[in-house]
């Protein structure tokens, strides 16, 4: 069956880095938009970033431009997510997820059909 599994998380200190793997099995995801959400206590779950098939079409969230960077090994059925000068804000559960391409938002967590477990980031100050 179709799996998304997220792996990289941890406790890191502010300043520091982490980078988040999402390795897809079960199909091939070559043609797919993925995503990264993330989802602290209390709040909705929130658009991180997402690439497309090509990996030439990007899309981050304000607060993370500059800091984070997504990209695919299409072979590898992997995305990643490199997170650099965390900040405490940024501590959440993260979440990959999988989409076909076409209408609909890629900011949205309704748009995308396969979801990973989530991994733990906790940033501390």
């Known amino acids: 069956q179709v799996q998304l599994v997220e792996s990289g998380g941890g406790l890191v200190q502010a300043g520091g880095s982490l980078r988040l793997s999402c390795a897809a099995s079960g199909r091939t995801f070559s043609s797919d938009v993925m995503g990264w959400f993330r989802q602290a206590p209390g709040k909705e779950r929130e658009f991180v970033a997402a690439i497309g098939r090509s990996g030439g079409n990007i899309w981050n969230v304000d607060s993370v431009k500059g800091r984070f960077t997504i990209s695919r090994d299409i072979p590898k059925n992997t995305v990643y997510l490199q997170m650099n000068s965390l900040k405490p804000e940024d501590t959440a559960i993260y979440y990959c997820?999988?989409?076909?391409?076409?209408?609909?938002?890629?900011?949205?967590?309704?748009?995308?059909?396969?979801w990973g477990q989530g991994t733990q980031v906790t940033v501390s100050s």
């Open positions: 997820a999988a989409r076909r391409p076409g209408i609909g938002s890629y900011y949205s967590p309704y748009q995308y059909d396969y």
